[in-house]
């Protein structure tokens, strides 16, 4: 994703989509002050940041990321109560960090990007320590606004568009997980849903600045204006039964897995 892109990124999937979940991912870990916790595929640093309030000033706290653009943004934005974070732009396969170095390891919506998921959680369980613990989180469906957005996007751009579009939602299955965290030496391995309701500010913007802040962004950059309009026209259209004064609110879920090292 382009510098561009990654600033977007944070000011509208990070901060409608995905940080609402954040404080549950911190809260499902159990962190504790003065401990380390370690964030993979941290994006522009939403669970980082919730971690480092948690952890207080005698903790640790880093964020990794493959993609420079967003670890550029989250070095940009103001630094929260706690520990300074450390901001590693580094791939999950390869953490490059000292064995049981950390207490606790999150991820949130990454799991489902990384190429060779058993050797990411592998990773994972060779940086924690002894009694060291693991949240990450993968959504168990497409959900109802992202299947709206990729009807629009099938419809007016391609089929090929819309798939990358939803590629972020096609994540293991609960029984996936489990085998996965199993097979890596994780104990302990719960997974569970969460429900939240989503709140998303008028669509008449926030559809086409979200599309932009995606992989896909250099389609709808180049998209014809008209089909631009179609896109945003027909979604608000969809999500009508969900709409709000403000906005809409619908339903998500998520799968919160939890494991630990013994």
């Known amino acids: 994703m382009s510098a561009e892109a990654a600033e977007l990124y944070e000011r509208y999937p990070a901060r409608y989509i995905l940080g609402p979940w954040a404080p549950l991912l911190v809260a499902a870990a159990n962190l504790a002050s003065g401990e380390r916790a370690l964030d993979i595929a941290c994006g522009t640093g939403v669970v980082a940041r919730a971690a480092a309030k948690r952890v207080g000033a005698t903790g640790r706290v880093v964020g990794i990321d493959l993609n420079p653009g967003m670890i550029a943004v989250a070095r940009s934005l103001p630094q929260p109560e706690g520990p300074p974070i450390e901001w590693l732009e580094r791939s999950a396969l390869d953490l490059r960090l000292e064995e049981a170095s950390f207490d606790v390891v999150l991820c949130q919506q990454g799991l489902q990007f990384f190429p060779d998921k058993l050797l990411a959680l592998r ?3 060779r940086v924690l320590n002894r ?3 693991l949240a990450l989180s993968v959504w168990n469906s497409i959900g109802i606004y992202n299947t709206v957005v990729g009807d629009a996007l099938a419809r007016f751009v391609n089929k090929d568009t819309a798939a990358r579009f939803c590629a ?6 609960k029984d996936e997980l489990q085998c996965l ?8 391995v719960e997974i569970r849903i969460s429900r939240m309701n989503i ?3 008028s669509l008449d913007r926030f559809v086409l600045d979200h599309l932009t802040a995606t992989p896909i962004s250099p389609v709808i950059a180049t998209a014809d204006p008209e089909m631009r309009k179609k896109l945003g026209v027909t979604v608000m259209e969809q999500l009508k039964p969900y709409a709000e004064d403000s906005g809409v609110s619908y339903p998500e879920e998520t799968y919160v897995l939890t494991a630990q090292v013994r």
């Open 131 to 133: 009694n060291g613990r």
């Open 168 to 173: 972020s939602r096609q994540a293991p299955t």
């Open 181 to 188: 965290a199993t097979e890596a030496g994780f104990s302990a």
């Open 199 to 201: 709140h998303l500010p």
């Open 123 to 125: 990773e994972m369980r």
